[in-house]
């Protein structure tokens, strides 16, 4: 009698656990997405970024934005193959939690039905989220993680919109090359990665890169990005005295850096950040005084008033207060590609959406982003995603490499602080 | 020169992590209790700054002040409505409410604020001062000075004070304590907030150097645990040197090891410590 | 004493209840849910035996734990060998290491123990993480697809469902063997008064070497069994703090020290924390884990000694009200 109230507290907890079960049972109309993202934890800015990104580009594709025409979709609501249907988003909270996140995705497959996955962020989530919509047989879109091998394990179902670890590096050989020519001294450069999945995957791609092109790495150092102090690294830098020094850094430590480099009176002739930390909407307020003139990787640019991507950021700042960054700007260019698929399929079936993925071929035109393109080869990563660097003038970014699109010249050197 | 430098940058860094270790250290000398929601009160500290900044304005002063009064009162309030409660629980009774603790305040925090990261506008305490080529960052220099002053003030409460002698006879033996007329509850919120209240300066102070987001608090939660049982549990001078100590190893060891090794350093000779001389730098054995 | 000689009755339904739950619950999401649960469970009940019994609090278990969900990912990642052959190895080293970290840290105690823990946990954390040959940062995936079985990766979630629950089986069975011998008088009176228990003849650190010991293999096992579900670890679903603060606090919330308390600690946290996070997580405002810490706080301040307390004390008070009816 007393062991089975034990049995009584089983059940009651199976059905707390079936009570969140079933989303309201809708017709079929709706186009179903599920999405994750890490919304807490310590990338929960990025994914809240991310998160805010999506719900602008749901309405450029669910409702009528004529002014945004060349975008594929933005003109019509919903999706004309489908007969106008609605791209609906279930998004959830992987909490930087591999397990956490196979668990959400067997969910969203399972229980919310979704046509097509979006995700992970972080490399861990995305590795063992893709297994499962594998399983399935899902379409899932990296809509950005580091790691290089996500794509490239054999898999059918993952497509990676955003460009990755060696097109970053070869992105900065090329600039590099370019500089060369023009008689600018890029002798040796220092890498300083934090030292997750994403500073790690980064870094080695620029330093094999790197001594693929003959550009000598004077120093490379990993660091942890939740260090409180960083005046060792700025020391050793300052000891080795690169031309270029890159940081593939987030937040905190990106902003450390730039005011460490001040206190220690270092300024090489040029810091480049990788994207990330340099991209965060707090960097430019907290440095822009003490780093003029550093560089950044994004494929994001604002661009001029009257531009689609200027409105696009006029819409992304009237919901959230800030200018849209280059990591969610990936992220909803990724999802605008997979929508795209998904109206070309004609058909929520995913075998069909699939097979539109692997036969997208959008065109610079087409796109938000400064990719030359969206295309997926047989691993399913975008083989024509690019990436622009531009450079801190004043308090803004402008676009300054590679030159055909640039809209203001390169400092160079970096003048970093004036008082 | 760059040695210089380094010890330099070493021992500033390492008042730092003394400040925001010295209120941890009370509470865990005097109830033998671990708070593992320490970082979040520096935290909190950090956006009291903001929020005073940003709504009032005014300077150091202002802002580090009001941190300290927030989080004190915050402090005895937590006492009163759990830590009062669990304080004579079992071991792993304290453990869970702190870790309880530490999650609420980081994501109520985050509820408030968002998941940004953001930093205190306007330039405080910017600027550096050269020293014939060894640079000092007036922040740092700043919140190094205040974390001594203020463990040296800690320490003359602790030894020199009324109030020193209560916490203390507490600490010995609540139960003697209560016969002398001493009320322990009192006194013992007191720690509370006091312990509180120093994270709260800590943090006002990091704000002016330091971006930071809810998440914050582990980063400092951490060094914070090994710099007080470097130091010995409850000896506010050993965290002190703890700190200093601390902070001069990392800064070696990052500058000539390689930085991330320098945890792997500190934690190393942590554990090596605790074998030898597990009473810590200052405790009574 | 009395919790061993629990009514076969409860035992029995307790016993169906979770063989039948994936039976019941067909749906693949379910199911992963009741395997998350099982996860929990085992290595709660694993950190149970040296953290609950022999009061000796780790927080710093991460270490046997992702030894053994590396140790056998590893392997396959090197020579291809299937999971199997990794997870005995992984128990070797956990074992290994126990033997070195508890020579010197058991003698700390208190809270000098729990910081030990976690400064070694943390510094195996950080060398995994620079460490090119365990996969670094990035860390190492398990077979995309399971060859045969024996790779130990299936496409539903039913197979990892019983093989967990044999495994929860076999650790609460040795832990409840060991508590009925002289092990568990020892470690009692360990948690008692060490110094007592000394000048009783009590070898009082053999026996927190054996509860050390015994922990380590059994958490190894509990990473092993994670890896083969997730097909994939790095240092931070690993080695990370946050692992064992999870053992820690499921095994605190449902009673630490107890047969059953871990058990029962999964039994409230996992369904708590998946129902929070997948009803409030999407909104990402964080209430999810203001809900969580609130709770947990909840329990540290009323039920000090854990759930299992509150249900003793609730079964005395009903006993008590039916003798006075009678």
Known sequence: MTRSSVLLAVCGVAAAMFGFAAPAARTAEPVRIGIMWPLTGNAAAAGQASKAAVEVALDIINNAHPELANLPLAATTGLPNLGGAKIEVTLVDHQGDPSMAQQLTTRLVTQDKVNALMGAYQSSCSFTATAVAERYGVPFMVGESAALNITGRGFKWVFRGTPIASDYARTYMRFFADLKKQGRKIDSIAVVNENTDYGTSVGDAIEAEAKQTGVPVAIRIPYSASSTDVSAQVLQLKQKQPDVVIFISYTADSILYMKTMRNLDYRPPMVIGDDTGFSDPSFIPAVSDVAQGAMNRSAWDIGKPGSTTYKINEMYKAKTGRDLDDTSARNMQSLFALADAINRAGSTDPEKIRDALAKTDLKPDQLMMGYQGVKFDETGQNILAATYLIQLQGKQYQLVWPETAANAKLQWPMAGWTQ | MVIMQVIVGGLLLGAIYALFSSGLTLIWGMMNFINFAHGEFVMLGMYVALLVVVGIGGGPAVFGIAAAGALFALGVVIYAFLIRHVLRGPMIAQILSTFGLALLLRYAAFWFFSANFVSLPGNALSGTIDLGGIFLPVAQVVAGSVAIVLTLLLQFLLTRTLIGSMLLAVAEDPDAATLMGIRPDRIQALAWGLSAGAAGIAGALLATAYPWSPSVGETFGLIAFVVVAFGGFGSVLGSLYAGLIIGLIQAASGFWLGVIYKDVVVYALFVALLWLRPQGLMGKA | ?326
């Not at chain 3, 360990?190 to 070898?203: D, M, N, Q, Y």
């Not at chain 3, 709770?295 to 008590?320: D, Q």
């Open chain 3, 1 to 326: 004493m009395k919790k061993l000689a629990a009514p076969p009755l409860g035992l029995t339904l307790l016993a169906v209840g979770l063989v039948l739950y994936p039976l019941l619950f067909s749906d693949a999401f379910y199911r992963d849910i009741g395997v998350t649960f099982l996860l929990a469970a085992i290595a709660a009940s694993a950190w149970n035996i040296v953290g609950g019994y022999a009061g000796q609090i780790s927080v710093g278990h991460s270490m046997f734990f992702g030894i053994g969900a590396y140790t056998p990912v590893l392997f396959y990642t090197l020579w291809g060998w299937p999971p199997l052959v990794g997870i005995p190895v992984g128990i070797l080293l956990s074992l290994a290491l126990a033997a070195v970290i508890g020579l010197p840290t058991l003698r700390l105690s208190g809270h000098y123990f729990s910081m030990a823990t976690i400064a070694v946990a943390e510094l195996i954390r950080i060398l995994v993480g620079t460490w090119n040959f365990v996969g670094a940062a990035i860390g190492l995936q398990g077979p995309a697809r399971g060859r045969a079985w024996w790779d130990l990766t299936f496409r539903s979630e039913l197979p990892y469902y019983y093989i967990f629950l044999v495994v929860l089986g076999i650790v609460l069975a040795v832990t409840a063997t060991f508590e009925s011998r002289r092990f568990g008088y020892y470690v009692r009176a360990i948690k008692a008064g060490e110094r007592a228990a000394k000048s009783l003849g009590v070898p009082v650190h053999w026996t927190k070497m054996q509860a050390l010991l015994l922990s380590a293999a059994f958490t190894s096992i509990a990473g092993s069994l994670y890896v083969v579900k997730t097909g994939f670890v790095d240092p931070g679903s690993g080695f990370g703090i946050l692992v064992s603060v999870q053992m820690v606090i499921v095994a605190a919330l449902g009673g630490a020290g107890t047969l059953y308390g871990p058990l029962l600690g999964a039994l409230i946290l996992i369904p708590l924390q998946t129902a929070t996070n997948n009803w409030l997580g999407g909104g990402g405002s964080g209430l999810t884990f203001i809900i969580y810490g609130g709770i947990i706080v909840l329990i540290a301040r009323f039920e000090p000694g854990g759930l299992s307390e509150l249900w003793h004390r609730l079964l005395r008070k009903r006993w008590k009200r039916v003798d006075a009816t009678a």
